[in-house]
């Protein structure tokens, strides 16, 4: 009887240790509109505490790790910030400008820039720095939220940096090694003409059908306000610990991209997360796996991934 009395008030402690750790709402104003987002606190927690802040990665992707280009959700920045809690971080993910509760936020499309991502990120660190609550401000950043966090913590009051799944190189280098193996020579020859001339800095008014989703001429400025950043550049400005994480069966950046990342930084922790997909899975290099793991939000996110996080945090948070 006093086994099962301990195990249901050890049942008891986990579910209110889930609960006090829910999401909260909380918004950043910005002069183009409201930025939502959410905190998570970690269960009982009464002094400062560090918080990270998650920055999601390209195209429609929101707080959670979800995109609306893809059929069903996988979760993995939620599950990512329910980890750093369960481990006493608070953390807090937000949609990005035209991402979900922040659709409004963009405005016209034609508008939007890689910096104005930045600005967000940057006026999220000073608003979090400011938070009596905390006791610092650590960036974490995947995919796109790399480059975006490593741009915004630059001269910041971060305590840390982490990049997770983050190239190195150029999104214009990038999207030619994705692209050209996939094209008919004729586009693959196209393509490169119109990559060519963004990287310049220049608009292009002829784009074939094939490409128009990737190079519609609202979205080229801010292809161009992109392709000028180079991720392998500036991590070298960053003059606080740096962790690059990066998983051995991501079907959309390789190892090598990390590995060059921690080149141009060598003072950065490397770690190569075993099994770890690009949406932060354990999923072996099996493509019908792949795909479903995009919208799996069963699929826990991959251990190795949290366990690398946490001691790194750790290490290197304000007290």
Known sequence: MKKLITCAFAALAVQIAVAAA?????????????????????????????????????????????SAGVQGKNDSLKMLAQSLADAGFASVRYDKRGVGASAAAMGR?????????????????????SDARFSGVAVVGHSEGSLIGMLAAQGRDVSAFVSIAGAAQGAAAILRQQLAPQLPADLAERNEAILSSLERGEAVGDVPAALAALYRPSVQPYLISWFKRIPALEI?????????????????????????????????????????????????LDPARQIASYGDPALPIAPGLSKSLVRFLSAHRQR
């Not at 890689?114 to 000073?126: G, K, M």
């Open 109 to 129: 499309e034609a508008d939007l820039r890689l910096d104005n991502f930045v600005e967000d990120a940057a006026a999220w660190i000073d608003l979090l720095a």
């Open 236 to 284: 070298k400005q960053l003059r606080v610990p740096c962790l690059i994480l990066q998983g051995d069966t991501d079907i959309q950046v390789s190892i090598a991209q990390a590995m060059a990342l921690g080149t141009a930084k060598p003072d950065a922790e490397l770690r190569i997360i075993q099994g770890m997909n690009h949406v932060l899975k354990q999923v072996p």
């Open 22 to 66: 829910a999401d909260q709402p909380i918004s950043l104003d910005t002069a183009h509109g409201r930025i939502a987002g959410s905190l998570m606190l970690p269960a009982g927690s009464e002094k400062k505490i560090p918080l990270v802040l998650i920055i999601s990665g390209s195209g429609p992707t929101d707080r959670d790790g979800n």
